[in-house]
C-alpha cells in the first residue's frame, strides 16, 4: 500500500491560523505586534524570493515584518550594524539573516550579534551549542529542522527508540534535525558525502529525513517498509513542459519510496510551509516574551 502523505501545507495552514488568532489577540490584549526583522545581503534570486515568501506569510498572519536589503559588496561592519540595528529596535522581536552570506563575510560573526531572544531562526551559536548539550535549553530552534519535527509528530508515531538517519550536516538543516530527533529520544545516524555505503545506512531506518540538495539522490528501494521519509530537498530542475520552465523535486525518489514508506513529505508541499510556520511561530513567542519579561 501506498505511504501516507505527510501534507506540510494543510499542517502549516493550521498552524499559522493558530498563529494569527495569537497574534491578533497579543495586540488586542497589549497593544504589540510581533515583528520580524531580516537581513539580506545581495541579489541572490533564491534568497530574495524566500524573505518575499517570509515577508507575505507575516502579513498574512498579522505579523510587522522589515528587511535591511545590503548591498552585496556590503562590507562586514555594515552587516554586522544591520543586525545591531535589529536588536535595538523594541518593534522587532524576532531577526532573520537570510543564509548564505557573500563569501567576503564572517558568517559566524554576524550571527553571534544577534540578541539571543530575538534569535528565532535559533542560527546563533549558543542556541546550536544548547541545543546539543544535555539539561540545557535553547532560546529557540531552528526553523526547518524544528518544521521536519512537527512533520513527523503529524504521523503520531512514537520517535522514542526508533533508528533516524539524517542525510546532510549543515548547521542549519541537518545538523540541528539529528540533535532534535536525538533529544526526542531516537537513535540517530548523520550522514554526509563521505559516508560510504548510503544506501545499506538509510535501509535500516525508520526515520529518514533527506537534506542533500541533490534532486531524488535517495532512491526508493532504500527505504526501510514503513518508514517515515522526511525530503528536507529542494532543487530545481528545467521542465520545458511547466508553464515556469522549471519545476521543484526533492532529494527522495518519491514515486518509489511511496511504494515502500509508510508516512512520506511531497516537494513541493512537504517541509518549505513548515519553515515559514515555525519562523511565524518563534517569532510570535519572541514577542510575547519580550511583553511578560
Ligand atoms: P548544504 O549546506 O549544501 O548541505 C548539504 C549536505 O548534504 C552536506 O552535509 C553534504 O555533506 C551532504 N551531501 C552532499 N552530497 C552528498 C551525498 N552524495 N551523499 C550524502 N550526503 C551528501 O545544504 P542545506 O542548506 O542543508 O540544504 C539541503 C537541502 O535542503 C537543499 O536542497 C536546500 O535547498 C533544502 N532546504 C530546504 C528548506 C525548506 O524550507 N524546504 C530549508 C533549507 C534547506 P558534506 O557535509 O560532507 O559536504
Not at 232 to 242: E, F, K, T, Y
Amino acid at each position: 500500500m501506498p505511504a501516507n502523505i505527510i501534507d506540510g501545507r494543510q499542517l502549516a495552514r493550521r498552524i499559522q491560523d493558530e498563529i494569527k488568532r495569537a497574534v491578533a489577540e497579543q495586540k488586542t490584549e497589549t497593544g504589540t505586534t510581533p515583528g520580524l526583522g531580516v537581513v539580506l545581503v545581495g541579489d541572490d534570486p533564491a534568497s530574495a524570493m524566500y524573505v518575499r515568501m517570509k515577508r507575505r506569510a507575516c502579513e498574512r498572519a498579522g505579523l510587522r515584518s522589515e528587511a535591511q536589503l545590503l548591498p552585496a559588496a556590503s562590507t562586514q561592519a555594515e552587516v554586522e550594524n544591520a543586525v545591531r540595528a535589529f536588536n535595538c529596535n523594541p518593534d522587532i522581536h524576532g531577526i532573520l539573516v537570510q543564509l548564505p552570506l557573500p563569501d567576503h563575510i564572517d558568517e559566524e560573526a554576524v550571527l553571534n550579534e544577534i540578541s539571543l531572544a530575538k534569535d528565532v531562526d535559533g542560527i546563533h551559536p549558543v542556541n546550536l551549542g544548547r541545543l546539543g548539550m544535555r539539561g540545557r535549553e535553547p532560546t529557540f530552534t531552528p526553523a526547518t529542522p524544528t518544521g521536519v519535527m512537527a512533520l513527523i509528530e503529524e504521523t503520531g508515531q512514537s520517535i522514542d527508540g526508533k533508528t533516524a538517519v539524517v542525510i546532510g550536516r549543515s548547521n542549519i538543516v541537518g545538523l540541528p534535525a539529528a540533535l532534535l530527533l536525538t533529544n526526542a529520544n531516537a537513535t540517530v545516524t548523520i550522514c554526509h558525502s563521505r559516508t560510504r555505503d548510503l544506501p545499506a545506512v538509510v535501509k535500516r531506518a525508520d526515520i529518514v529525513v533527506a537534506a542533500i540538495g541533490r534532486p531524488e539522490h535517495v532512491k526508493g528501494d532504500w527505504i526501510k517498509p514503513g518508514a517515515i521519509v522526511i525530503d528536507v530537498g529542494s532543487n530545481s530542475l528545467p521542465d520545458p513542459a511547466s508553464e515556469k520552465g522549471y519545476r521543484y523535486v526533492g532529494d527522495v525518489e518519491f514515486e518509489a519510496a511511496r511504494e515502500l514508506a509508510g508516512y512520506i513529505t511531497k516537494v513541493p508541499g512537504g517541509v518549505g510551509p513548515m519553515t515559514i510556520t515555525m519562523l511565524l511561530s518563534n517569532t510570535l513567542k519572541a514577542a510575547q516574551g519580550a511583553v511578560n519579561g
